[in-house]
């Protein structure tokens, strides 16, 4: 059983940084990829950035230059930075950790994940942008 627990959301002005941390625990769970999620208000979810086991990384057209995803495994903690914010960028976020060896990042942001190709997710952090 692997639990992952957010931190850092919070309120900024447009224009400004964030940086979100999930930390990992448990055991039991082969952590090859992980990645942000986040949900707007009213929309649906979509993935923001994923990493795979080798360091690999992909990222959402809307966030590519602006936020960047990051791991420290002696910490087991997930980051992501996230600069230049926008007021779309306004939604709960999520990490989630998935064991399926053969997903890539690209795909874990795809349209044909599913929910349960993640099997730990955390409680999330809301992220609030002012314009």
């Known amino acids: 059983q692997v639990q992952l627990v957010e931190s850092g959301g919070g309120s900024v002005q447009a224009g400004g940084s964030m940086v979100l941390a999930c930390e990992a625990s448990g055991h039991g769970f082969t952590r090859y990829l992980m990645a942000w999620f986040r949900q707007p208000p009213g929309k649906q979810r979509e993935g923001v950035a994923a990493?795979?086991?080798?360091?690999?990384?992909s990222y959402a057209d809307s966030v590519k230059g602006r936020f960047t995803i990051s791991q420290d495994n002696a910490k087991n903690t997930l980051y992501l930075q996230m600069n230049s914010l926008k007021p779309e960028d306004t939604a709960m976020y999520y990490c989630?950790?998935?064991?399926?060896?053969?997903?890539?990042?690209?795909?874990?942001?795809?349209?044909?994940?599913?929910?349960?190709?993640?099997?730990?997710w955390g409680q999330g952090t809301q992220v609030t942008v002012a314009s």
């Open positions: 990493i795979g086991g080798d360091g690999s990384t």
């Open positions: 989630a950790a998935s064991s399926l060896w053969y997903m890539t990042p690209r795909q874990a942001l795809g349209p044909m994940t599913r929910r349960d190709h993640f099997g730990a």
